[in-house]
């Protein structure tokens, strides 16, 4: 198995434990259809799926929805949402950059922080964008560099081992001078509006104790230094905790998001 393939089980196999986390999701769904401008009768495909919470929303607004992720135990997870909601999905189990779909099939695409973590983005932007018809939408949600998400990947990142080589940082899509030159000429009327997602806490520590049951970043961080090097645990939940407490105010952690639509050509 190469090293892009060996990347993406690793990635099927860590996601599972991000269940937890979809509440807080939510609200920035909802953002994210109205964003897009989504209307009752579109055919509407979510990418990188995870829980269907950007799927569901969609279509209970009455469009036709379908839903990919590469994680099982999350597509369980949406399943059981879209049967409460009482709303049919079409549900597929696979890759971002490998879209199981033909050419021009669909009116809007759309992920909310999803579609960031496959390795390749140019691969995985123009699958994007194949799939999607002349004057569709094209929406996602993404964290910019310099806000809470992306200084955590950051510092996560100074205690594990570096990605393979041809793997791209996620939170790279939340720069918009990077989305522009990844959507290309492709696309037309791009747009770029900023929201914040509220995750509640109690405290910074609260907040990290509650992120070692959910975040698969942070529990690869844990396990690493756990199997190579305990002794650096505590300074990292210090630096951790740090990091939260610029953002931790009235009891919710503050985190900014990028949210980006654009019209294919």
Not at 24 to 46: K, N, Y
Not at 91 to 106: I, N, R, S, T, V
Not at 214 to 243: C, G, H, I, M, W
């Amino acid at each position: 198995m190469d090293a892009i393939a060996t990347f993406k089980e690793n990635q099927r196999k860590s996601w599972p434990s991000f269940r937890p986390l979809e509440l807080f999701t939510t609200i920035s769904a909802a953002r994210l259809v109205d964003h897009a401008g989504v209307r009752s009768g579109q055919r509407v495909l979510d990418v990188a799926c995870g829980t269907g919470v950007v799927a569901v929303t969609a279509a209970r607004r009455g469009c036709q929805v379908t839903g990919l992720d590469l994680t099982p135990e999350l597509l369980e997870r949406a399943r059981e949402n879209a049967e409460l909601a009482e709303v049919a999905i079409d549900w597929h189990e696979g890759d971002a950059e490998e879209l199981p779909f033909g050419d021009a099939q669909f009116d809007v695409v759309l992920s909310q922080f999803g579609h960031i973590f496959a390795p390749r983005p140019q691969v995985a932007i123009a699958q994007m964008l194949r799939v999607l018809k002349p004057g569709g939408t094209i929406a996602f949600s993404t964290w910019p560099p310099e806000l809470y998400q992306g200084s955590n990947a950051k510092l996560m990142q100074r205690y594990l081992p570096p990605p393979p080589e041809g793997v791209s940082p996620p939170m790279e899509w939340g720069d918009p001078h990077l989305v522009r030159e990844r959507l290309g000429a492709a696309v037309e009327d791009i747009v770029f509006e900023r929201d914040v997602l509220l995750s509640p806490a109690l405290s910074p520590r609260h907040y990290r104790i509650e992120m070692e049951k959910a975040s698969p970043n942070l529990q690869r961080v844990l396990k690493n230094l756990a199997e190579n090097d305990p002794t650096k645990l505590a300074r990292f939940n210090q630096e951790y905790e740090a990091l939260v407490s610029q953002y931790f105010k009235d009891n919710v952690v503050r985190m900014g998001y990028l949210l980006t639509r654009a019209k294919k050509r």
